[in-house]
């Protein structure tokens, strides 16, 4: 009866470390399929680049265009501009750049957002008019968006600066939302810089972010669903 407690304790035992070998492959097996990258920097600012897709350097060289508008838009700064990878498939790459810096000739800080969205396959950058048609009624959602949104970042603020009678109207992102995504070329500068208005894909979703002067918080970032809009 002993020596038959001892078999059955012992196959346990044995029982368990199977488990757990199997346990620690199955979760440090490599996935083939994953999208693999690794983080570089160029100045401060943090960027993945990608290495197992078909056409991996087209799609890095897209991420460093973007990578450089956001430098030279900020560049004489000190601080740390980081990334997420928000959407990553064989469709679709989305990032986002962010990062609180300091404009060294005046000490202001400044707080940084920028993003973009890849099309794998294609091996460009997805602009907003790629998928909507910047319409009366797509601009009056995208208002009511930032109020809300607004409205959620300052309660305690009665005005709001997305509201009637405001500057910023409908020829004002009629103008601003067919160019976002576009690197804007500076004659004084000689140089690409980041658009006014940003946006890129995530979860069903497309992120639109937008600059706004320092009183209003620097930026500002709204969500809307892809099933809203199409």
């Excluded at 304790?9 to 996935?31: E, G, H, P, Q, R």
């Excluded at 570089?40 to 960027?47: E, H, L, P, T």
């Excluded at 009678?165 to 009629?174: D, G, I, L, V």
Aim: glycine letters at 4%; a negative charge; one cysteine or more.
């Amino acid at each position: 009866m002993e020596h038959g407690v001892k078999y059955l304790s012992n196959c346990l035992k044995w029982l368990m470390c199977f488990l757990i070998i199997f346990i620690y492959v199955a979760c440090n097996a490599k996935d083939t399929n994953k999208i693999e990258f690794i983080t570089s920097s160029y100045g401060i600012v943090q960027y993945p680049v990608f290495k197992n897709i078909e056409g991996s350097e087209q799609v890095n060289d897209l991420i460093i265009e973007k990578v450089k508008s956001i430098l030279d838009s900020n560049e004489e700064f000190d601080g740390s501009i980081q990334y997420s990878v928000l959407e990553c498939n064989s469709e679709i790459i989305s990032i986002e750049f962010y990062g609180d810096i300091i404009y060294l000739p005046t000490k202001r800080p400044l707080r940084i957002y920028s993003c973009m969205s890849i099309d794998v396959k294609n091996k460009k950058q997805i602009k907003l008019s790629d998928i909507k048609e910047i319409n009366d009624d797509f601009i009056n959602n995208y208002i009511e968006s930032l109020c809300l949104k607004y409205k959620e970042i300052h309660p305690n603020t009665e005005s709001n600066p997305f509201g009637e009678n405001s500057s910023y109207n409908m020829e004002y992102f009629k103008y601003y939302l067919n160019k976002a995504d576009q690197l804007v070329y500076n004659n004084q500068l000689d140089r690409y810089l980041d658009s006014h208005i940003k946006s890129c894909i995530h979860e069903n979703n497309i992120i639109l972010s937008m600059e706004l002067p320092q009183a209003l918080g620097f930026h500002i970032e709204v969500r809307i669903s892809l099933d809203d809009i199409k």
